[in-house]
């Protein structure tokens, strides 16, 4: 019987991938993941199989998965940023449970610890990180969520800020988050994290929706003592310095 | 002038560093650390100058690393899990504004990541990173934000549960969370995530005082969906598996 790595291989490119990620690909027989991913690392490994698997496709690519490993692979699923951070880790677990095929979660990078390192440090304290995503939340939950994590003043990162489908999900946060924040809370909204074409801009929450926030783009707001100096957006943690 | 570079080295050992934190450190001319991630380090750059500067003194830690910096090093300022969460990436920021020095950001994979890894897969869906640490930050603010964090049904990870001079507030947070959810919530508690003598057990919320809990630990507490599936620990985020 094969074996299944389910890996996290960070922001995008070889750089912020870790060792472990990087020696569980090279053990592998076959490499699976979108065809995003896959050509995030095909270069690194020419010869090796890969497969490409459907977008939104996510239980079936588990099952592909598994019936590598049935078939005596070693596979690795991939997944960008980290794995079990609403990537392919717990689907996979969940798919392969009963088959006697052992699955190792390799993490990784996330993309809002990635993003906040492009822009300085705005993610040292207590954080909340929210999916804007509703095809498989409800919207209700979601809602409720910024709603209390603004009220307690977290710092709040979101995941899948807006797609071609789903564009007013970000416009409602900000609303609710103005109720509660004050509207020169700082914004970093940074797009194509650790891939070409990474920019970013600082803002503020009144003004945030007037920048580009697509697919690509993780938004992080910060919390009441956010600040920026020398250029970088920094939460302190409360030293005196 | 030199440069500063503040790299989370992850976990602890290098399978869990990225290829970008080690290339950093292997372009410094010092590493700068408490002696704890020196030590973890320090096999891999055999001859490289390194610094030990002292626990809890971290803004000295930060003027020592810009006094390198400004006498022409390129220096490695080194934290575990990723610096720019609860790390030294704010602070050293902060002293390094003024001074005319670049401060590089390099993110690693954070400890409420690794740690879910170990155990499965329970960190998939919105999740808030709490700090237990009263040193610097009001207690009533952490305790508010348990609370709200618990009422949003979020996974919750807690950095800092304990230590030789602070025990009571894990048992605090404990006494909020089961106002706000159920008793049976599933909690991991991973101690040495990524280090000799990592271990884990997978208990209840209700239960969860009876384990080990110290300096070393990350506490994962799960949302109202968060299931045990073949030894492992999973929050689904909603696919019909």
Redesign the interface.
């Known amino acids: 019987m094969g074996k299944i790595y389910v890996i996290?291989i960070?922001p995008g490119n070889?750089?912020?991938?870790?060792?472990?990620a990087?020696?569980a690909m090279e053990d592998s027989d076959i490499i699976v993941g979108h065809k995003t991913y896959i050509n995030l690392v095909e270069d690194l490994f020419v010869g090796k199989e890969t497969f490409r698997s459907a977008m939104k496709k996510?239980?079936e690519r588990c099952q592909e998965t598994l019936n590598f490993a049935k078939n005596g692979k070693t596979v690795a699923l991939i997944s960008s940023g980290?794995?079990?951070?609403?990537?392919m880790?717990?689907?996979m677990?969940?798919?392969?449970?009963?088959s006697g095929i052992e699955?190792e979660?390799?993490?990784?990078?996330?993309s809002a610890?990635?993003s906040?390192?492009v822009v300085?440090?705005?993610?040292?304290?207590?954080?909340?990180?929210?999916?804007l995503s509703d095809?498989?939340?409800d919207w209700d939950?979601?809602t409720?969520?910024i709603k209390?994590?603004s009220?307690?003043?977290?710092i709040i990162s979101y995941y899948n800020p807006k797609s071609f489908g789903r564009q007013t999900q970000i416009v409602e946060a900000w609303e609710i988050m103005l109720k509660y924040k004050k509207k020169d809370t700082l914004v970093a909204i940074v797009r194509n994290t650790g891939r070409e074409g990474q920019e970013y801009e600082l803002t503020t929450l009144e003004n945030m929706l007037e920048h580009e926030i697509n697919m690509f783009t993780t938004v992080i707001v910060g919390n009441s003592k956010t600040f920026i100096?020398?250029g970088?957006m920094?939460?302190?943690?409360?030293?005196?310095?």
């Open positions: 996290g960070g070889k750089e912020n991938m870790t060792f472990r990087y020696k996510e239980i980290d794995a079990g951070v609403y990537g880790a717990g689907i677990l969940e798919v392969a449970a009963d699955v979660v390799i993490p990784g990078v996330t610890n990635a906040a390192a300085g440090a705005p993610v040292m304290h207590d954080h909340a990180t929210i999916s095809l498989l939340t939950l979601i409720k969520r209390l994590a009220e307690g003043d977290f100096k020398g970088k920094i939460t302190p943690r409360g030293y005196k310095v």
